[in-house]
């Protein structure tokens, strides 16, 4: 999953993270060096896998949920689930910190939220700008 980096550090900087477990989510110079530390991990595994990895973007996911979810099921061999369309009608058992952004409908509303903390951001921002990753994509 690719997602802007800046609303992805924004996203880890505003959650309710143990700072003793994760230091790194309370400075945004540490998020943007695990960012970097995401993006090489990344381009290894394109290299390696090539088309046999599947690439998703977030804001592709939010804005055009049933092509992308298609897409993906088609890439993983599944089949079609209207049900997937509908996330937060789900009755499974969530674990993941932001269970509830998941119990929730899709929603591109934060895509693009870091613009509201652009100047608070701007530690951040310049590390990704001088390695060109401004667009997370």
């Given amino acids: ?36 530390a995401y993006d090489r991990l990344m381009r290894h595994w394109s290299e390696v ?9 977030y804001e592709d996911i939010v804005t055009d949920p049933e092509a992308e979810i298609r897409r993906l099921l088609e890439r993983l061999d599944l089949l079609w ?20 952004q998941a119990r929730k409908p899709i929603s591109k509303s934060s895509v693009g939220r ?8 701007e530690p951040l921002t310049l590390v990704l700008e001088r390695h060109g990753l401004v ?3």
């Fill in 1 to 36: 999953m690719r997602r802007d980096y800046r609303d992805t550090c924004l996203s880890i900087f505003q959650s309710d993270i143990t700072p003793t477990a994760h230091p790194y989510s309370m400075d945004l110079t540490e998020l943007a060096h695990y960012a970097l």
């Fill in 135 to 137: 667009h997370g994509a």
């Fill in 49 to 57: 896998l090539g088309d046999r990895l599947v690439r998703v973007r």
């Fill in 114 to 121: 870091w613009e509201r903390f652009a100047a608070e951001l």
């Fill in 81 to 100: 689930d209207p049900a997937c369309l509908e996330p937060d009608k789900s009755r499974r058992r969530i674990n993941t910190m932001s269970v509830g």
